[in-house]
């Protein structure tokens, strides 16, 4: 069974940066496009980014031009990179598979939360 597991969050002023990470175990991660998805209180989740199995990256325009994800099939880990973060970027991140269709085919790790404020 599939098992995800988000670290990197946490408190970050207006303009920070902080580098998220996600462990996947339990299925073979090289064959799955990832995604990393939001979800702020009160909000449904949405997908912020993803990237390919061969490492192309594709972004929603929520946060484009601020984010960067990457993976690294050898450590079964991918990344967001987030920079110029804004209090709108407050929510809980989230990784999981991409497309979102498939993403509801597994089991939601307990994501990292990331709070801007000042």
């Known amino acids: 069974q599939v098992q995800l597991v988000e670290s990197g969050g946490g408190l970050v002023q207006p303009g920070g940066s902080l580098r998220l990470s996600c462990v996947y175990s339990?299925?073979?991660?090289?064959?799955?496009?990832m995604g990393w998805y939001r979800q702020a209180p009160g909000k449904q989740r949405d997908l912020v980014a993803h990237v390919t199995t061969t490492g192309t990256s594709h972004y929603t325009e929520d946060m484009k031009g601020r984010i960067t994800i990457s993976r690294d099939n050898a450590k079964n880990t991918v990344y967001l990179q987030m920079n110029s973060l804004k209090l709108e970027d407050t929510a809980t991140y989230y990784c999981n598979a991409f497309p979102p269709s498939l993403a509801a085919t597994l089991e939601w790790g307990q994501g990292t939360q990331v709070t801007v404020s000042s």
């Open positions: 339990g299925g073979i991660f090289s064959r799955v496009p």
